[in-house]
């Protein structure tokens, strides 16, 4: 169950109109899908259930969103952005 | 229309128990009767959010000296910056550590001189440092806050990388910076001591990579070349004006920490005119802003707005002319007085330290 790392946290900033994504000594803008991701690590969801809700909410099929979630995940798992 | 900053580094004050003869502060150093209030820090907080920032750097000297520190902390926190306390640690007890994550604190910086107790008194000029760093680091911890851990590389202890990465993972930081001496201020002072040698960097690269390996999805791990033994320059603070601004411990606003050591700028401070308007509009911040200002062979190249003509300080350091390329870049007609610095740097030996002190003006 992917959750944010420790000292990682998102907000909305009002200067740029986007989201942000904060971290220790870095900072970076996620795009509309990469945010979606993101912001459904809360720890309790697994990734599939992230992929299920995606899926839904955004009309498509299941199995190339968990292919594009696990990819992203696994990318900001090595960043240190998202633990598992 | 100019982009808003994204990050500030806030030096709080100038004074330190530490004396590392690599700090970045400048060799003139700001007294604390020169100091920003309370009141001030927190009203520039507030501004540093508005001008667009995300990320607030609480620094010094030593931001622990500031007793008002969990306020600033607080104060950042409202206006809704990310911040990062950026400490030697040697201040930092359990006590204080609870207050300031009680304040709002995002994630802690520590920086180590060394593995070794007796060689990190010596290089911090101060009697059991290591020890209390440590405690501080598990203090970090127990508050639930992210950590790094800072790990200052020279040639004094370069050939111990191994040891000091072990020390670093030991304290279960989410992140490590292997950092190098850069050559500005004090560090320049101390340059035939500090320069590492070609063996060393090449050997720093593999002894980090084998740890990243090692360590993967565990502990990231920042390490950069250091300038003199790159090629192509660093855009220095993601360019002149573009991405980060510096605010003394007087509130004088910077385009870099070292900006000051370039002759003939003039730099307003937080108490005549807001962040904000200097920022977008003021002679310092607009010098070397963007490309026009570049001469060859920045000018034609097609890095220009990758590197922005690097770094301003090192360009004045090495050439005299704080407008000309970067010498770090081969292209420079100056590189082959950076390679002959550092092959005399290190011919030089190891000449005693010269320590970060008031008033020291060795060198």
Redesign the interface.
């Known amino acids: 169950m992917p959750r944010l790392?420790?000292?990682v946290?998102t907000?909305f900033?009002p200067?740029?109109q986007k989201w942000?994504v904060?971290a220790?000594?870095r900072?970076f803008v996620p795009d509309e899908i990469a945010f979606e991701i993101i912001r459904r690590c809360d720890g309790t969801a697994t990734v599939g259930a992230i992929a299920d809700d995606l899926a839904a909410a955004f009309h498509e099929q299941r199995h190339v969103v968990l292919k594009d979630v696990t990819a992203l995940l696994s990318d900001l798992?090595?960043?240190?952005v998202v633990v598992t | 229309m100019i982009d808003p900053p994204l990050a500030v580094l806030a030096e709080l004050t100038h004074r330190c128990p530490l004396q590392c003869p690599y700090c970045s502060n400048p060799v003139e150093l700001e007294r604390s009767k020169t100091e920003l209030s309370t009141a001030e820090w927190i009203r520039v907080m507030r501004e540093i959010a508005d001008v667009g920032a995300l990320q607030v750097h609480l620094s010094g000297g030593e931001p622990m000296a500031r007793p008002d520190l969990d306020q600033i902390v607080a104060a950042a926190r409202d206006a809704g910056l990310y911040s990062n306390l950026i400490t030697s640690a040697v201040l930092l007890t359990e006590e204080r550590m609870e207050r300031l994550a009680g304040a709002g604190l995002d994630h802690v910086q520590i920086s180590f001189q060394d593995s070794e107790p007796a060689r990190a008194d010596r290089i911090a000029g101060y009697r059991g440092a290591l020890a209390k760093k440590k405690r501080a680091a598990e203090a970090v911890r127990m508050c639930g806050l992210p950590l790094t851990v800072n790990l200052v590389v020279h040639r004094q202890n370069l050939t111990t990388l191994e040891d000091l990465l072990t020390m670093a993972v030991d304290l279960l930081p989410q992140r490590i910076e292997v950092a190098h001496v850069q050559y500005y201020g004090w560090a320049i002072r101390n340059r035939a001591a500090l320069m590492p040698t070609p063996e060393q960097v090449r050997s720093a690269l593999e002894t980090v990579e084998r740890a990243r390996e090692r360590l993967r999805g565990r502990v990231t791990i920042d390490h950069v070349v250091p300038d003199y033994y790159g090629r192509r320059p660093k855009a220095c603070m993601g360019g002149w004006g573009r991405r980060f601004l510096n605010i003394t411990p007087s509130g004088k606003v910077l385009p870099c920490h070292a900006a000051e050591s370039l002759p003939g700028m003039v730099f307003e401070t937080v108490r005549e005119r807001t962040i904000g308007e200097i920022w977008r509009d003021s002679p310092a911040f607009d010098a070397f802003r963007g490309t026009s200002w570049m001469p060859e062979p920045c000018r034609s190249c097609e890095r220009r707005e990758i590197d922005w003509g690097g770094c301003r300080c090192q360009a004045l350091a090495i050439t005299g002319d704080a407008a000309a390329a970067d010498p770090v870049c081969d292209k420079s007609p100056d590189h082959v007085t950076l390679t002959s610095f550092t092959n005399q740097a290190l011919a030089e030996g190891a000449p005693d330290l010269v320590y970060r002190r008031y008033g020291a003006r060795a060198g």
């Open positions: 790392a420790r000292g946290r907000r900033d200067t740029r942000i904060l220790p000594e900072l798992a090595e960043k240190g």
